[in-house]
């Protein structure tokens, strides 16, 4: 029973808990937009009074395309918003950090591997390595 209760008590569960809630209540409020605001300026514009009740039928069945249309407008607002604020700048983040990140590897001119920048023979084929070369000093 302790090992379940560790299992809850970490910190990644409980992170992972709270975006989820965050993420439903977050489509709740795209989709509200979107059937309350959006899809009724495009019916006005169309001249239909509901767009969502938009329909065709087939052999007495009924097909709700402007349902469909709502939803596929609620996933492109929804897949934009995780884009652009949340994987756009994650992935600004990372290269920043790999960018002022200080090298400590090099490859090896022989095989190409890379080994340590200290390394005066490589680790995968034991061929000499020449010290990398210091950068020149800039004048203050």
């Given at each position: 029973?302790?090992?379940?209760?560790?299992?809850?008590m970490?910190?990644?569960?409980?992170?992972?808990?709270?975006?989820?809630?965050?993420?439903?209540?977050?489509?709740?409020?795209v989709?509200?937009l979107?059937?309350?605001v959006?899809?009724?300026?495009?019916?006005?514009?169309?001249?239909?009074?509901?767009?969502?009740?938009?329909?065709?039928?087939?052999?007495?069945?009924?097909?709700?395309?402007?349902?469909?249309?709502?939803?596929?407008?609620?996933?492109?607002?929804?897949?934009?918003?995780?884009?652009?604020?949340?994987?756009l700048?994650?992935?600004?983040?990372?290269?920043?950090?790999?960018?002022?990140?200080?090298?400590?590897?090099?490859?090896?001119p022989?095989?190409?591997?890379?080994?340590p920048?200290?390394?005066?023979?490589c680790?995968?084929c034991t061929?000499?390595?020449?010290?990398?070369?210091?950068?020149?000093?800039?004048?203050?």
């Amino acid at each position: 029973m302790s090992g379940f209760q560790k299992f809850l008590m970490r910190g990644n569960l409980i992170d992972l808990a709270i975006a989820v809630v965050i993420g439903v209540a977050f489509s709740a409020v795209v989709t509200a937009l979107v059937t309350d605001v959006i899809t009724p300026l495009i019916a006005a514009i169309g001249g239909q009074p509901n767009f969502a009740k938009l329909e065709f039928k087939v052999h007495h069945s009924t097909f709700l395309y402007g349902s469909f249309i709502n939803a596929l407008i609620t996933f492109i607002i929804i897949a934009a918003v995780v884009y652009f604020v949340i994987v756009l700048p994650a992935t600004k983040i990372v290269a920043r950090a790999e960018r002022n990140q200080e090298a400590t590897d090099r490859a090896c001119p022989e095989c190409l591997s890379q080994i340590p920048i200290a390394a005066k023979r490589c680790m995968y084929c034991t061929s000499v390595v020449e010290p990398p070369a210091q950068p020149a000093a800039q004048p203050s």
